[in-house]
């Protein structure tokens, strides 16, 4: 264990943090939107399988090999097989990958600050229905508004990375993870009593086993990975500051059952509410600045006002401890190899905001949009290089190493806090799971994903 490396001071402050780390974007324009397009309830279903059998033991593995050498990943990997220095690699391209999500996290984070901006001050409330699309596609290409939202955005993550690990991350996540949670009941509230909601819920649950097609399968499981923060070395980063005496399964448990009770109840804040005022369900960005914002309209000024406040706000606070965490990552790694915090995570958010910036400009319509590569702007390659390739790529590989090139009993003393917890599922979870079950799954996603 690294000397004089602070941590989580509690389990409930390290499950906030990491709960933090896996409630983002994805859980509110994602992970509704899959659902209902893949087979309502059927899809849910296949997603708890997919979360809890594969994600959590994704997260399960990070979070040993994090609290098992107190290092970030490219350490963590070297310590654990020294005379196979290139596993490192695997944390390095999990460290390229936080980096990359992180600057097209500082873009749409900065479009949600906006909106909210636009919420409460009324201007939304102004805008005719059929304008929307128009109206957000003028602000996303234009080359100052979002690229401000996106440096002030930035500065607040930074401003809490520079806090520390317990003063900044933790006493945020303890503060801001409650207040989500009021958000989001608040919305499902609004939404369950208009007329007409039960269409959106039959939509969201109720089980269509013929909309659950291949495609679905492969995406559901993306989902379920990217929603856990797995894959890209950030719960090894957030697992090295686990308390010791903490139980990994039980923190793993918690983080994965917190993500998916809010990804659900976003489902039930967003559609009712869409197919009360006749909308159509949509996901990521056309649902959240173009459809969203006709429904707050529909509930009037002060609906407007109050509830597309409140929801930007839930997004921009999603969004923020999710970013805390990758920028994290990428600090506690040079800290790693002796170098100030401060001052990496300064100079991490100045590179960060810049190539965030140039993402900006690449946006549908804006200065850069011409500039593409094999016909793909800038900001779309770092969509799908971390939206669909990146992510289970180094999922796949940690999952290896986890599980045939770990040592088993090393893993079993850091599971059971060397002995003291029982731990009668280590064999299924080990041999059946670990072993076959996860790469198995992560390698038909990725060929598939390649062929199809
Ligand atoms: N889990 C976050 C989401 O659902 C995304 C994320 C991925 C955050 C990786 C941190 C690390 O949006």
Avoid at 311 to 339: H, M, N, P, Q, R
């Amino acid at each position: 264990m690294a000397e004089n490396r602070s941590g989580f001071s509690s389990s409930f402050g390290a499950i906030m943090a990491a709960a933090g780390s896996a409630i983002g974007l994805g859980n509110i324009w994602r992970f509704p939107y899959i659902c209902g397009k893949y087979g309502g309830g059927a899809a849910i279903i296949v997603y708890l399988l997919f979360v809890f059998l594969i994600g959590m033991v994704l997260l399960m593995s990070e979070l040993v090999i994090g609290r098992r050498t107190g290092h970030t990943p490219m350490r963590a990997y070297e310590e654990l097989r020294p005379k196979h220095r290139n596993w490192r690699y695997v944390g390095l391209l999990g460290l390229i990958t936080s980096f990359l999500i992180l600057c097209i996290y500082f873009v749409i984070s900065g479009w949600t600050l906006n909106y909210f901006w636009e919420s409460v001050s009324g201007t939304l409330a102004s805008i005719a229905d059929g304008d929307f699309a128009t109206h957000f596609a003028a602000f996303a290409s234009s080359p100052v508004a979002p690229v401000v939202c996106l440096v002030i955005f930035a500065a607040l993550t930074l401003v809490i990375i520079l806090g520390g690990v317990q003063n900044g991350i933790e006493k945020v996540s303890k503060i801001l993870m409650p207040i989500l949670l009021v958000l989001v009941v608040l919305l499902c509230v609004r939404s369950l009593t208009l007329p007409g909601a039960s269409k959106g819920l039959a939509y969201l649950f109720s089980p269509d086993f013929s909309q659950l097609t291949t495609e679905g399968v492969l995406a559901i499981l993306g989902q379920a990975l990217f929603s856990l923060s797995v894959g890209m070395g950030v719960m090894i980063v957030y697992g090295s500051y686990i308390p010791k005496g903490d139980g990994l399964f039980k923190s793993a448990m918690w983080i994965t059952v917190c993500d998916t009770a809010i990804a659900i109840l976003a489902g039930v804040a967003i559609f009712p509410a869409v197919f009360a005022f006749d909308q159509s369900p949509d996901g990521g960005p056309g649902l959240v600045f173009n459809v969203l914002p006709v429904v707050f309209n529909s509930m009037g000024n002060v609906g407007s006002i109050v509830f597309g406040g409140a929801f930007f706000l839930l997004l921009a606070v999603a969004a923020l401890t999710s970013a805390i965490s990758l920028l994290e990552a990428l600090t506690a790694w040079g800290a790693d190899y002796g170098k100030s915090r401060k001052r990496s995570a300064i100079i991490l958010s100045v590179v960060l905001v810049l190539v965030a910036v140039v993402a900006s400009f690449s946006f549908d319509g804006g200065i850069l949009n011409d500039n593409k590569l094999a016909g793909i702007s800038f900001f779309d390659w770092l969509d799908k290089l971390t939206g669909s390739y990146l992510p289970p790529i180094c999922a796949l590989l940690t999952i290896i190493f986890f599980g045939w090139f770990m040592k088993k009993d090393d893993i079993h003393d850091e599971l059971s806090n060397h002995g003291v917890l029982k731990i009668s599922w280590f064999k299924v979870f080990y041999h059946i799971l670990v072993r076959f079950v996860a790469p198995a799954a992560l390698i038909v996603s990725l060929v598939a994903g390649i062929f199809t």
